[in-house]
């Protein structure tokens, strides 16, 4: 069966210090992997997706992932947090059908 | 706005009630979702559309819980008899490919 497994529930870095949110997936196969960044009272907006055409991946606002298939890893970086990524992030595989498989989240805080 | 619109965006019910959600797609899109995300969790699947088939339906949805699609445009969730434990954000979402696109939710409380 497939599953994702987003390893911090949450993380708190410093307003212009690099961000790391880790996600591990188990597939018995390359699925599509996403990530999505959920905005209080707002919709789960897509950051970027991953569908074996390159292993890393660039999204919007500066966040990228980078799929790597011997670690089962889809981590997702972006160099300099901004005090508006303060969001709930979440990991995603589909799993090639069509419904979404989500991990528990991470909760990025940025401080000033 | 041509995204996803789900109505109500809050819903405060007593046990026992029947409520009923309605979401909206993006007009093109020929696929619709349903989640359902509990507090400190990520979203669930509980049913899945193409078109005005409903292809699958998740072991999360009771018999209590029923979908439609009539025409293939707009669905609706019902649930019928709520109880605590149906207390959760819906979300819906739709989509042409392997991308989807997510309404708002809508949020019930079960009192």
């Known amino acids: 069966a497939q599953s994702v497994t987003q390893l911090d529930s949450h993380v708190s870095v410093s307003e212009g210090t690099p961000v790391l949110l880790r996600c591990n997936y188990s597939s018995s196969y390359s699925p599509s992997l996403f990530w999505y960044v959920q905005h209080p009272n707002k919709g789960l907006q897509l950051l970027l997706k991953?569908?074996?055409?390159?292993?890393l991946v660039k999204g919007i606002n500066g966040f990228e992932a980078e799929f790597k298939k011997s670690e089962t890893s889809f981590h997702l970086t972006k160099p300099s947090a901004h005090m508006s990524d303060a969001a709930e992030y979440f990991c995603?595989?589909?799993?090639?059908?069509?419904?979404?498989?989500f991990g528990t989240g991470t909760r990025l805080k940025v401080l000033a | 706005d041509t995204g996803v619109s789900q109505d109500p965006r809050h819903k405060i019910t007593k046990r026992g009630q029947n409520v009923t959600f309605r979401c909206d797609p993006i007009?093109?899109?020929?696929?619709l979702y349903w989640y359902r995300q509990t507090l400190g969790q990520g979203p669930e699947f509980l049913t899945y559309?193409?078109?005005?088939?409903?292809?699958?339906k998740s072991r999360l949805l009771s018999d209590r819980f029923s979908a439609e699609r009539p025409k293939g445009s707009f669905s609706t969730l019902e649930i019928q008899r709520t109880e605590q434990g149906d207390s959760a954000m819906y979300l819906c979402?739709?989509?042409?490919?392997?991308?989807?696109?997510f309404g708002p939710g809508t949020r019930l409380t079960v009192l």
């Open positions: 007009s093109e899109h020929n696929r």
């Open positions: 979402a739709s989509s042409l490919s392997d991308v989807s696109f």
């Open positions: 991953y569908t074996s055409a390159a292993t």
């Open positions: 995603v595989c589909s799993p090639g059908t069509y419904k979404y498989i």
């Open positions: 559309f193409q078109n005005e088939a409903q292809l699958e």
